[in-house]
């Protein structure tokens, strides 16, 4: 296994589309997710897409550790999702702020649907159907934009609450 490279904003690579994932049982593409996972562990992430490793790819790894759940059953391991597709429940949305490993440092409020269902492929290519919500849901529709060329500045209705995780934290700090 190996910790991969991240590309960061102004790559081409996070700016387009991703492929679909043929055949999940492939060497190569099973290589990829051990990478993926140990580069997202190593970065103490919560999720990554195969674009940010370099890999046009329609694949993510995430995982909600207790720290974020908002419940012991909100616990999610780490997960391999390929080729997925999400569809919101409702049309309740949350803003929250996000980071990226592919904008370090940087932080901004994003809405994101509150509850959703996404479906795709495990690691073994296993169909994977699943209901998440909260910070769960957030992380899946966060990697999940990476797929389709989104980074999370372009979701962002409000500029003016984007910025370097150091200096929102001293801003929120003085408003509380």
Known sequence: MAILKIARMGH???????????????????????????????ANAAGLAAPQVHAPLRVVVFHVPAARAES????????????????????????????????????????????????????DGRPVDCLAEGFHARVVQHECDHLDGILYPQRMPDLGRFGFVEEMRRGLDREG
């Open 12 to 42: 081409p690579i996070l700016a387009r589309p991703a492929e679909a994932v043929d055949d999940p049982s492939a060497p190569e593409i099973q290589r990829l997710i051990d990478d993926m996972i140990e580069t997202m562990q190593d």
């Open 72 to 123: 012991e059953e909100g616990v999610v391991p780490v997960s391999v999702l390929l080729n997925p597709v999400i569809q919101p429940l409702d049309a309740g949305t949350q803003v929250g702020y996000e980071g990226c490993l592919s904008l370090p440092g940087l932080t901004g409020a994003v809405p994101r649907w509150c509850r959703i269902r996404y479906a795709g492929l495990d690691r």
